[in-house]
């Protein structure tokens, strides 16, 4: 079998955005570093192929899942990436300010927060660390699934992680928000104190492209669109919950990313309602992944005994 079920699913949703890419590409007329997508389409595509060499020839399933695993997650990033910044300039009208409003009813205000953290240097550095863990997090869990021969909780990882992406992404589009950072401001002191990776800077080069959409789009220069629903969070509930279900190896991811909610708050300029909106998309991505995957190997297994008894006839 060259793909299994939960990898032709990904497969369809890639080619699919890959379609849709193509065709908004020629209809806006954006510009594309082609060489620089290209080679990490080639990185992913060269991934998924030797997945493929191991699976047929080298006979390692555990080799072959995870590389194809992570191919296909280069892949989507990519074209995942490349759609959301050609749904830019924005249809509708950005509800970062009902955002705020509705953390102000919690009791929540992003610059006194970030005001009350760089009286804490020392913890801001360690928060904007623990955010950068995000991505290399999936990678390592990516690995310790697949190459631990869990192949069934790799695939529902994956797919719980493209179905949110999809939420995240069509929420975004009818429901646009940059971010606390991108209405906010922060003193001088603050900025200094706290270094943010997502700062009103940051918030303001959003603003920008929201108003004006992307000429030219280069994997040099992302910037994370989506304030709400916060996909950080996503990730990072991913990260935690996967990694419990292998037993005690899950108590450091659940550490770190207990430790992820104030640094996406901090170093990701979100508002509170952008991380619970997140944990929202995690838990109905979570939910609707192992729906699919069970139809997914139901559907197989119905083929698996259809070839068994035609052959037998």
């Known amino acids: 079998m060259a793909f299994l079920p939960a990898e032709r699913f990904i497969i369809l949703i890639l080619a699919t955005f890959a379609l849709l ?47 194809i695993a992570a191919g296909l997650f280069v ?30 009813a919690l009791g929540f205000r992003w610059p006194d927060f970030v005001t009350w953290a760089s009286q804490y240097p020392s913890a801001g550095i360690v928060l904007q660390m623990i955010y950068a863990t995000s991505l290399p997090q999936l990678v390592v869990i990516l690995l310790i699934l697949g190459l631990g021969g869990r192949t069934r909780l790799l695939h529902h990882f994956l797919m719980t992680g493209v179905i949110g992406a999809l939420m995240a992404i069509i929420c975004w589009f009818f429901f646009p928000s940059f971010g606390a950072s991108s209405i906010y401001g922060l003193s001088p002191a603050v900025t200094e104190a706290v270094p943010l990776a997502v700062g009103p800077h940051y918030g303001a080069q ?30 990072a509930a991913m ?9 005690p190896l899950g108590l450091p991811f659940l550490l770190l990313n207990v ?30 992944a192992d729906a699919a995957l069970r139809q997914l190997e139901r559907t197989q297994r119905q083929l698996s005994t259809g070839i068994v008894a035609t052959a037998a006839v």
Do not use: W
């Open 206 to 235: 959003l603003v920008e492209l929201g108003r004006n959409g992307a000429t030219y789009l280069t994997p040099r220069n992302v910037l994370g669109l989506i304030g709400f629903p916060s996909f950080h969070t996503v990730m």
């Open 239 to 247: 990260s935690a919950c996967f990694m419990l279900r292998c037993g």
């Open 21 to 67: 890419d193509a065709c908004l590409l020629v209809l806006k007329g954006v510009g594309i570093d082609v060489t620089g997508y290209a080679s990490l389409i080639a990185c992913g595509a060269f991934l998924v192929g030797l997945g493929q060499f191991y699976r047929h020839v080298r006979r390692n399933d555990r080799i072959a899942v995870t590389s």
């Open 259 to 288: 430790l992820m909610m104030p640094a996406i708050l901090i170093q990701g300029g979100h508002n509170l309602a952008d991380v619970l909106g997140g944990l929202l998309v995690f838990g109905v991505a979570y939910a609707l």
């Open 75 to 104: 892949l989507f990033t990519i074209v995942g990436s490349i759609f959301n910044y050609l749904l830019l300039p924005l249809r509708f009208q950005p509800i970062d300010p009902v955002l705020a409003r509705f953390d102000a």
